[in-house]
Protein backbone atom coordinates (compact mmCIF):
# COMPACT_ATOMS: atom_id res chain seq x y z
CA UNK A 1 0.00 0.00 0.00
CA UNK A 2 1.59 3.19 -1.04
CA UNK A 3 0.88 6.93 1.40
CA UNK A 4 -0.47 9.57 -0.91
CA UNK A 5 -0.41 12.39 2.03
CA UNK A 6 -3.75 13.32 1.66
CA UNK A 7 -5.94 13.37 4.70
CA UNK A 8 -9.15 14.48 4.25
CA UNK A 9 -11.82 14.45 7.15
CA UNK A 10 -15.40 12.80 7.67
CA UNK A 11 -18.62 15.20 7.48
CA UNK A 12 -21.03 15.18 9.85
CA UNK A 13 -23.21 13.15 7.47
CA UNK A 14 -20.55 10.66 7.57
CA UNK A 15 -19.12 11.25 4.12
CA UNK A 16 -15.36 11.72 2.62
CA UNK A 17 -14.44 13.02 -0.50
CA UNK A 18 -11.69 10.94 -2.42
CA UNK A 19 -9.51 13.42 -4.08
CA UNK A 20 -9.96 14.30 -8.06
CA UNK A 21 -6.13 13.06 -8.66
CA UNK A 22 -7.43 9.81 -6.90
CA UNK A 23 -10.14 9.36 -8.55
CA UNK A 24 -8.66 10.44 -12.48
CA UNK A 25 -5.51 7.92 -11.75
CA UNK A 26 -7.88 4.99 -10.74
CA UNK A 27 -10.23 5.60 -12.73
CA UNK A 28 -13.25 6.07 -10.70
CA UNK A 29 -16.13 7.60 -12.02
CA UNK A 30 -19.53 9.40 -10.59
CA UNK A 31 -21.64 6.38 -9.73
CA UNK A 32 -19.06 3.90 -10.10
CA UNK A 33 -19.62 1.08 -6.84
CA UNK A 34 -16.83 0.93 -4.61
CA UNK A 35 -15.75 -2.19 -2.00
CA UNK A 36 -14.90 -1.03 0.92
CA UNK A 37 -12.50 -3.57 3.16
CA UNK A 38 -11.41 -3.13 7.12
CA UNK A 39 -8.24 -4.35 8.66
CA UNK A 40 -7.50 -5.05 12.78
CA UNK A 41 -5.20 -2.07 12.47
CA UNK A 42 -7.65 0.16 11.86
CA UNK A 43 -7.29 0.35 8.00
CA UNK A 44 -10.42 1.19 5.75
CA UNK A 45 -9.53 0.43 2.01
CA UNK A 46 -11.93 1.52 -0.74
CA UNK A 47 -12.02 -0.69 -3.90
CA UNK A 48 -13.48 -0.65 -7.21
CA UNK A 49 -16.05 -3.16 -7.58
CA UNK A 50 -16.47 -5.24 -10.41
CA UNK A 51 -19.57 -7.02 -10.79
CA UNK A 52 -18.05 -8.78 -13.72
CA UNK A 53 -15.31 -10.18 -11.11
CA UNK A 54 -17.53 -12.79 -10.05
CA UNK A 55 -18.05 -14.40 -13.25
CA UNK A 56 -14.07 -14.97 -14.11
CA UNK A 57 -14.19 -18.30 -13.85
CA UNK A 58 -17.24 -17.93 -16.05
CA UNK A 59 -15.57 -15.98 -18.83
CA UNK A 60 -12.23 -17.82 -18.75
CA UNK A 61 -14.44 -20.95 -19.92
CA UNK A 62 -16.60 -18.86 -22.14
CA UNK A 63 -13.47 -17.82 -23.88
CA UNK A 64 -11.83 -20.72 -24.42
CA UNK A 65 -14.84 -22.02 -26.29
CA UNK A 66 -15.20 -18.70 -27.95
CA UNK A 67 -11.06 -18.95 -28.81
CA UNK A 68 -11.55 -22.92 -29.77
CA UNK A 69 -14.71 -22.13 -32.31
CA UNK A 70 -13.35 -19.40 -34.04
CA UNK A 71 -9.81 -19.37 -33.48
CA UNK A 72 -9.91 -15.93 -32.97
CA UNK A 73 -8.39 -14.74 -29.12
CA UNK A 74 -11.08 -13.87 -27.22
CA UNK A 75 -11.81 -12.06 -24.17
CA UNK A 76 -13.63 -10.75 -21.48
CA UNK A 77 -13.34 -7.30 -19.85
CA UNK A 78 -14.79 -5.15 -17.41
CA UNK A 79 -14.92 -1.50 -17.60
CA UNK A 80 -11.10 -1.19 -16.84
CA UNK A 81 -9.27 -4.56 -17.11
CA UNK A 82 -9.51 -7.90 -19.21
CA UNK A 83 -10.45 -10.63 -16.85
CA UNK A 84 -10.37 -13.33 -19.13
CA UNK A 85 -8.31 -14.10 -22.39
CA UNK A 86 -8.09 -17.59 -24.51
CA UNK A 87 -5.62 -17.76 -26.97
CA UNK A 88 -2.85 -15.56 -26.54
CA UNK A 89 -0.63 -15.70 -23.25
CA UNK A 90 -2.46 -14.93 -20.52
CA UNK A 91 0.47 -13.09 -18.75
CA UNK A 92 0.56 -10.39 -21.81
CA UNK A 93 -3.39 -9.65 -21.62
CA UNK A 94 -4.93 -10.65 -18.37
CA UNK A 95 -5.44 -7.80 -15.72
CA UNK A 96 -4.18 -4.99 -18.27
CA UNK A 97 -6.37 -2.26 -18.19
CA UNK A 98 -8.42 -1.76 -21.47
CA UNK A 99 -7.59 0.94 -23.87
CA UNK A 100 -9.02 4.49 -24.00
CA UNK A 101 -10.79 3.63 -27.08
CA UNK A 102 -12.03 0.66 -26.28
CA UNK A 103 -13.49 1.97 -23.35
CA UNK A 104 -15.13 4.48 -25.22
CA UNK A 105 -16.54 2.30 -27.85
CA UNK A 106 -18.31 -0.52 -25.05
CA UNK A 107 -19.39 3.08 -23.64
CA UNK A 108 -20.85 3.75 -27.05
CA UNK A 109 -23.48 0.56 -26.42
CA UNK A 110 -22.93 -0.92 -30.19
CA UNK A 111 -21.26 -3.96 -31.33
CA UNK A 112 -17.83 -2.55 -33.00
CA UNK A 113 -16.25 -4.58 -35.67
CA UNK A 114 -13.42 -3.53 -37.55
CA UNK A 115 -13.59 -2.95 -41.15
CA UNK A 116 -11.12 -3.25 -44.02
CA UNK A 117 -8.90 0.07 -44.06
CA UNK A 118 -10.31 0.95 -40.95
CA UNK A 119 -8.55 2.46 -37.61
CA UNK A 120 -6.92 -0.09 -35.86
CA UNK A 121 -7.48 0.14 -32.37
CA UNK A 122 -5.26 -0.91 -30.09
CA UNK A 123 -7.17 -3.82 -27.03
CA UNK A 124 -4.42 -2.61 -23.72
CA UNK A 125 -2.97 0.25 -22.89
CA UNK A 126 0.25 1.02 -23.80
CA UNK A 127 -0.08 -2.45 -26.09
CA UNK A 128 -0.02 -2.34 -29.41
CA UNK A 129 0.14 -5.79 -30.34
CA UNK A 130 -3.12 -6.59 -30.40
CA UNK A 131 -5.69 -5.08 -32.27
CA UNK A 132 -9.89 -5.02 -31.82
CA UNK A 133 -11.38 -7.09 -34.61
CA UNK A 134 -14.80 -6.96 -32.61
CA UNK A 135 -16.50 -5.93 -29.49
CA UNK A 136 -19.68 -6.59 -27.50
CA UNK A 137 -20.80 -4.38 -24.80
CA UNK A 138 -22.10 -6.47 -21.92
CA UNK A 139 -25.17 -4.30 -20.74
CA UNK A 140 -26.46 -5.33 -17.41
CA UNK A 141 -29.81 -2.79 -15.63
CA UNK A 142 -29.09 -0.30 -18.51
CA UNK A 143 -25.55 -0.41 -17.24
CA UNK A 144 -22.45 -1.00 -19.45
CA UNK A 145 -19.92 -3.35 -17.18
CA UNK A 146 -18.08 -5.01 -19.46
CA UNK A 147 -17.32 -6.29 -23.15
CA UNK A 148 -16.75 -9.57 -24.94
CA UNK A 149 -13.85 -8.91 -27.45
CA UNK A 150 -12.16 -10.95 -30.32
CA UNK A 151 -8.46 -9.82 -31.20
CA UNK A 152 -6.05 -10.60 -33.19
CA UNK A 153 -2.32 -9.99 -33.42
CA UNK A 154 -2.37 -9.12 -37.38
CA UNK A 155 -2.93 -5.63 -39.00
CA UNK A 156 -5.95 -6.77 -40.88
CA UNK A 157 -8.38 -8.01 -37.77
CA UNK A 158 -11.31 -8.92 -39.84
CA UNK A 159 -14.11 -11.09 -38.09
CA UNK A 160 -17.02 -12.44 -40.24
CA UNK A 161 -20.93 -12.12 -39.26
CA UNK A 162 -20.75 -16.00 -37.22
CA UNK A 163 -17.89 -13.89 -34.92
CA UNK A 164 -20.15 -11.19 -34.60
CA UNK A 165 -22.75 -12.94 -33.61
CA UNK A 166 -21.22 -14.79 -30.94
CA UNK A 167 -19.97 -11.94 -29.10
CA UNK A 168 -23.35 -10.50 -29.33
CA UNK A 169 -25.19 -13.89 -28.04
CA UNK A 170 -22.20 -14.12 -24.98
CA UNK A 171 -22.41 -9.92 -24.19
CA UNK A 172 -26.25 -10.81 -24.09
CA UNK A 173 -25.42 -13.75 -21.28
CA UNK A 174 -23.73 -12.34 -19.24
CA UNK A 175 -25.55 -9.01 -19.21
CA UNK A 176 -28.88 -11.36 -18.15
CA UNK A 177 -26.86 -12.94 -15.76
CA UNK A 178 -25.10 -10.26 -13.92
CA UNK A 179 -28.97 -8.50 -13.94
CA UNK A 180 -30.06 -11.41 -11.79
Known sequence: MKATGIVRRIDDLGRIVIPKEIRRTMHIREGDPLEIFTAK???VIFKKYSPMGEFSNCAAHMCETLNR???YISAVADRDSIIAVSGAPSRELSEKR??????????DRQIYQYQKGGKLVPVAAGEDKYKLALAAPIIAEGDVLGGV??????EAPESSEVEYKLAQTVAGFLGRQLSN
Open 98 to 107: ISNELERLME
Open 149 to 154: IFLSDS
Open 41 to 43: DGE
Open 69 to 71: TTG
